[in-house]
């Protein structure tokens, strides 16, 4: 490479921030940071180590106690004020215990002399900070990303036939997953579900749905930015990809996503490189995706809104959530859940649910789904009833007696729902399935189609495994 060229390929590695008015010692410890397989940045005063923070990031500072005649603890401070979550391990050649408790009020993690063989030593403390910041991430995220709204659990058979999906393709560390499911089914759960049971566990979870984020951002979200990128990147930001390495990275209405992007995101998938925005130098990393919509995917390939080569790399694992009404003997399981949880957040013992209130609940269509069961156990559990959830205590649309000869079944397309093909096409063939007693010769009659055709389509969904074990006796 000739001098002055920017490398095209670079592999992700955690950053040391060295900041030391000596260049010699800048050196050897550069030197000793990327023998161990860090990335080493450098800086001689506080100025030029907040720049370097701002503009390439660090997950690591490594700050001399004295910058000739700056105090390296007024450049602690404004490490701190810059990012109170980096951590900073200060090194002095003549520091004290004064100096050391100082440094650590102000933030610092750790406090090293310059005695040899301190690098030995530096090594332990640099990976004991970098591990210490990522346990610290990982808290702070399941702190902020933990879901009670919801339960991912229940009687169904729709519902365990899906979490046996899930917990298979959870074995496999790099499989990309599709879930299908309408709004408020519980999709990202499902997602984190298969994050939980997979070796990935102990990475981080990072979420991120798709039509919630501008257009001009959303490349900035996923891939990050270099200072300077646009008109608005002040400082340097890592992208999504960035943060999920080594764990999971949940792509929810992912059918939102421009076509621009997607021919991004189908090279990250591909090759697990790609570059922030404004950058010059290539990204790996090592994360699995999943993704989610509520969409038609194939009716959006055939109008052209959706890449098609995107959708078969994403479609490796497809996965459907059954909506509630389709999961019925979960309603008391999920209700009683929720009625537990409010009450007490309102410190008061649960509440009984009244025998004609969970009818009501039972013959509710509920197209919001599980979100939607959710907020009306938490509407009345604070605003109506005390100690017993009664009929006249749920809203009005739970309580309206249905028209004549709409009893039984709930109806293929409730009012205001809109299920993509894909999926009625699936749950005609569990009803047919489900009439036939797992019998997919008579299935198959009553479908109109031949017997092949149903067996192409349970392996398109996914349901072969079921089926054949739903009908030992039939003929190949």
Same mark, same amino acid.
């Given at each position: 490479?000739?001098?002055?060229?920017?490398?095209?390929?670079?592999?992700?590695?955690?950053?040391?921030?060295?900041?030391?008015?000596?260049?010699?010692?800048?050196?050897?410890?550069?030197?000793?940071?990327?023998?161990?397989?860090?990335?080493?940045?450098?800086?001689?005063?506080?100025?030029?180590?907040?720049?370097?923070?701002?503009?390439?990031?660090?997950?690591?500072?490594?700050?001399?106690?004295?910058?000739?005649?700056?105090?390296?603890?007024?450049?602690?401070?404004?490490?701190?004020?810059?990012?109170?979550?980096?951590?900073?391990?200060?090194?002095?050649?003549?520091?004290?215990?004064?100096?050391?408790?100082?440094?650590?009020?102000?933030?610092?993690?750790?406090?090293?002399?310059?005695?040899?063989?301190?690098?030995?030593?530096?090594?332990?403390?640099?990976?004991?900070?970098?591990?210490?910041?990522?346990?610290?991430?990982?808290?702070?995220?399941?702190?902020?990303?933990?879901?009670?709204?919801?339960?991912?659990?229940?009687?169904?058979?729709?519902?365990?036939?899906?979490?046996?999906?899930?917990?298979?393709?959870?074995?496999?560390?790099?499989?990309?997953?599709?879930?299908?499911?309408?709004?408020?089914?519980?999709?990202?759960?499902?997602?984190? &579900?298969?994050?939980?049971?997979?070796?990935?566990?102990?990475?981080?979870?990072?979420?991120?749905?798709?039509?919630?984020?501008?257009?001009?951002?959303?490349?900035?979200?996923?891939?990050?930015?270099?200072?300077?990128?646009?008109?608005?990147?002040?400082?340097?930001?890592?992208?999504?990809?960035?943060?999920?390495?080594?764990?999971?990275?949940?792509?929810?209405?992912?059918?939102?996503?421009?076509?621009?992007?997607?021919?991004?995101?189908?090279?990250?998938?591909?090759?697990?490189?790609?570059?922030?925005?404004?950058?010059?130098?290539?990204?790996?990393?090592?994360?699995?995706?999943?993704?989610?919509?509520?969409?038609?995917?194939?009716?959006?390939?055939?109008?052209?809104?959706?890449?098609?080569?995107?959708? &078969?790399?994403?479609?490796?694992?497809?996965?459907?959530?059954?909506?509630?009404?389709?999961?019925?003997?979960?309603?008391?399981?999920?209700?009683?859940?929720?009625?537990?949880?409010?009450?007490?957040?309102?410190?008061?013992?649960?509440?009984?649910?009244?025998?004609?209130?969970?009818?009501?609940?039972?013959?509710?269509?509920?197209?919001?789904?599980?979100?939607?069961?959710?907020?009306?156990?938490?509407?009345?559990?604070?605003?109506?009833?005390?100690?017993?959830?009664?009929?006249?205590?749920?809203?009005?649309?739970?309580?309206?007696?249905?028209?004549?000869?709409?009893?039984?079944?709930?109806?293929?397309?409730?009012?205001?729902?809109?299920?993509?093909?894909?999926?009625?096409?699936?749950?005609?063939?569990?009803?047919?399935?489900?009439?036939?007693?797992?019998?997919?010769?008579?299935?198959?009659?009553?479908?109109?189609?031949?017997?092949?055709?149903?067996?192409?389509?349970?392996?398109?969904?996914?349901?072969?495994?079921?089926?054949?074990?739903?009908?030992?006796?039939?003929?190949?």
């Amino acid at each position: 490479m000739a001098k002055g060229d920017i490398p095209t390929h670079v592999q992700t590695a955690h950053t040391l921030l060295i900041v030391d008015d000596e260049p010699s010692l800048r050196f050897s410890i550069g030197e000793w940071a990327r023998d161990s397989g860090l990335c080493a940045l450098e800086a001689a005063d506080g100025q030029q180590a907040l720049e370097q923070i701002r503009e390439r990031g660090a997950d690591v500072v490594l700050l001399d106690l004295k910058l000739g005649e700056e105090d390296g603890l007024q450049v602690l401070r404004r490490i701190r004020e810059e990012d109170p979550a980096l951590p900073v391990i200060m090194l002095t050649g003549h520091g004290g215990v004064e100096h050391a408790v100082q440094a650590t009020r102000l933030g610092a993690y750790d406090f090293i002399e310059k005695k040899p063989p301190y690098l030995e030593h530096l090594e332990v403390v640099v990976r004991r900070a970098l591990e210490h910041a990522r346990l610290k991430h990982e808290v702070e995220r399941l702190r902020e990303g933990s879901q009670p709204d919801q339960a991912l659990f229940g009687e169904s058979a729709g519902l365990r036939r899906a979490l046996q999906r899930l917990e298979k393709v959870a074995r496999s560390n790099t499989a990309t997953v599709l879930l299908h499911g309408e709004t408020g089914s519980g999709k990202e759960l499902m997602a984190r &579900y298969v994050h939980a049971h997979s070796a990935r566990a102990s990475g981080p979870f990072i979420d991120l749905n798709c039509s919630a984020i501008p257009e001009h951002l959303l490349e900035s979200q996923l891939f990050g930015h270099e200072k300077g990128a646009f008109t608005d990147a002040k400082h340097f930001k890592k992208g999504l990809f960035d943060l999920a390495d080594a764990g999971t990275l949940f792509l929810d209405e992912i059918g939102e996503m421009p076509l621009q992007l997607q021919s991004k995101l189908l090279r990250v998938l591909e090759s697990r490189t790609f570059r922030r925005v404004g950058g010059q130098a290539d990204i790996t990393v090592d994360v699995r995706v999943v993704a989610a919509t509520h969409r038609d995917l194939p009716r959006a390939v055939a109008e052209g809104k959706f890449r098609e080569d995107l959708y &078969y790399r994403l479609n490796v694992v497809p996965i459907s959530m059954p909506p509630l009404r389709e999961r019925r003997e979960d309603i008391p399981l999920l209700a009683e859940h929720f009625i537990r949880r409010f009450c007490g957040e309102l410190g008061r013992p649960a509440a009984r649910l009244h025998p004609e209130a969970l009818q009501a609940m039972l013959e509710y269509a509920w197209p919001g789904n599980v979100r939607e069961l959710k907020n009306v156990i938490e509407r009345v559990v604070l605003l109506e009833a005390q100690d017993e959830i009664r009929l006249e205590h749920l809203p009005g649309e739970l309580t309206r007696r249905p028209e004549a000869g709409s009893e039984g079944a709930p109806a293929p397309f409730p009012p205001g729902v809109v299920r993509p093909l894909a999926e009625v096409e699936m749950l005609a063939i569990e009803h047919a399935l489900g009439v036939c007693g797992g019998n997919k010769t008579r299935a198959a009659q009553l479908l109109g189609i031949s017997r092949q055709t149903l067996r192409t389509k349970l392996k398109e969904f996914a349901m072969e495994d079921d089926a054949e074990e739903a009908d030992p006796k039939a003929s190949p």
